[in-house]
C-alpha cells in the first residue's frame, strides 16, 4: 500500500526567504505525487503534481517541487516566501483512484 | 470549467439526529466522487467514494453511508449523528484516476 510522511508539522519561514515543506513516500510502482494547500475552513486546493518527466514539477503561486526516487522524496520549494503563502500542505501519493494524504504541515510565514 | 459545491456550509446538529450533505459538480460527466472527514484541521480521511451511479464503495466502517443518484451529486448521511462525527467533510471529484479537486467543505458539530 502507498504512504505518504509528512515529517514536520510546522514549519516557519521569514518573508522572502526560501521554504521547504518535506514529504517522503512509500509505493510499489512509479508514483503519482501531488502538492495540496489548505487555508482555514477551505478545501484543498490542487498546487501540482508529478507523473513522469522532469523531476523539477511547477506549480501554482510559485512553488515548485523536486521529484528524488533515490530518497524517495518529493519536497515542495519556494524560492521567496510570502506571508499569505502561510497555511495547511499536504502531500499526496495516488496509485489509480486510491489517494493518500500525509498528515499535513502548517507553514507559517513571519514578516 | 469543473465546479464543484457543497452544502450546506456549516450545520450544528444534536446528538441523534440524522444527516444529508450534498455534493455536486459541474462542467464534467462521468467523474469520480470522494467523500473525507477532516478532523482537527490535519489529516484526511477518506470516507467513500463513487466511481459511477449507485456504485459506493466505503473505506471504513462508520455510522455515515453514501449515496450517488445523479453522475454529478454525491450525497453523505447518518440516520442518527455521534459526538465522534463531528469534523470538516471535503467531497472531491476527480477526472479517472488524475488528480482530486475539492469542494468548499461543510462544518459538523455535533452537540
Known amino acids: 500500500a502507498q504512504s505518504v510522511a509528512q515529517p514536520e508539522d510546522q514549519v516557519n519561514v521569514a518573508e522572502g526567504n526560501p521554504l521547504t515543506v518535506k514529504c517522503t513516500y512509500s509505493?510499489?510502482?512509479?508514483?503519482?505525487l501531488f502538492w495540496y494547500v489548505q487555508y482555514p475552513n477551505r478545501g484543498l486546493q490542487f498546487l501540482l503534481k508529478?507523473?513522469?518527466?522532469?523531476?523539477l514539477v511547477k506549480g501554482s503561486y510559485g512553488f515548485e517541487a523536486e521529484f528524488n526516487k533515490s530518497q524517495t522524496s518529493f519536497h515542495l520549494k519556494k524560492p521567496s516566501a510570502l506571508v499569505s503563502d502561510s497555511a495547511l500542505y499536504f502531500c499526496?501519493?495516488?496509485?489509480?483512484?486510491?489517494?493518500?494524504f500525509g498528515a499535513g504541515t502548517r507553514l507559517t510565514v513571519k514578516p | 470549467s469543473q465546479t464543484i459545491h457543497q452544502w450546506p456550509a456549516t450545520l450544528v446538529q444534536p446528538v441523534g439526529s440524522p444527516l444529508s450533505l450534498e455534493c455536486t459538480v459541474e462542467g464534467t460527466s462521468n467523474p469520480n466522487l470522494y467523500w473525507y472527514r477532516q478532523a482537527a484541521g490535519r489529516g484526511l480521511q477518506l470516507l467513500f467514494y463513487?466511481?459511477?451511479?449507485?456504485?459506493i464503495s466505503s473505506e471504513v466502517p462508520q455510522n455515515l453511508s453514501a449515496s450517488r443518484p445523479q453522475d454529478r451529486q454525491f450525497i453523505l448521511s447518518s440516520k442518527k449523528l455521534l459526538l465522534s462525527d463531528s469534523g470538516f467533510y471535503l467531497c472531491?471529484?476527480?477526472?479517472?484516476?488524475?488528480?482530486?479537486?475539492f469542494g468548499p467543505g461543510t462544518r459538523l458539530t455535533v452537540l
Open positions: 508529478y507523473i513522469t518527466g522532469d523531476n
Open positions: 463513487s466511481v459511477g451511479i449507485g456504485q
Open positions: 499526496a501519493v495516488s496509485r489509480g483512484r486510491d489517494m493518500r
Open positions: 509505493v510499489s510502482g512509479n508514483p503519482y
Open positions: 472531491a471529484w476527480s477526472p479517472l484516476t488524475d488528480t482530486q479537486y
